[in-house]
């Protein structure tokens, strides 16, 4: 039995039938826009997978999960933070998150403040590096940074500032 036969029976009626569901997917808008995602998909890939071979497979792994759940609800209206929220959701339940490993020691001058940044940011918890990564080096709204997350705008902000915070004290000693 169908989506629709069932829910008639139940004396319910879709609003929509699946078909005219996945049909809003379709077309060249919707394929560049998800196309448009992927550098900074492997942007993100790369800061949680720590290897480029890794975040690869993770971009991949992500896309594939997009294309098998495309047409089982309406097109999210960002869809930027839903191939997001998916490529971490992929990420964590696919035992994928790992403990950073160690880093070299800092050379000279701007080299050794960029490393003693990279240093402390491995240091942050991930639920606190993440947000950071996506509103200060992605550039994602506040509002994108908890529809990621699946967390409320408040919890988001509350968690960027944290990281900053810490992210100071760590590079400031």
Known sequence: MGLACSMSQRGLTPTKSP???????????????IASCIPLLRAIARTRA????????????TLLE???????????????????ALQRRVFNTD?????????????KGARAERQRVREALVQLPDALREP????????????????????????AQ?????ARTKLRKLVDG
């Open 66 to 84: 997009a294309i098998v759940h495309i047409g089982e609800h309406a097109p999210p209206t960002n869809r930027k933070a839903w191939l997001l």
């Open 158 to 162: 509350a968690r960027i500032i944290e």
């Open 95 to 107: 035992g994928r998150a790992q403990p950073a490993p160690p880093m070299p020691s800092p050379g």
């Open 19 to 33: 078909r005219a569901t996945l049909n809003l997917w379709r077309g060249p808008a919707v394929q560049v826009d």
């Open 132 to 155: 950071l990564f996506l509103s200060d080096g992605v550039g994602c709204s506040v509002k994108e940074v908890a529809e990621i997350l699946g967390c409320p705008v408040s919890a």
């Open 50 to 61: 720590r290897s480029d071979a890794m975040a690869d497979d993770l971009v991949a792994d």
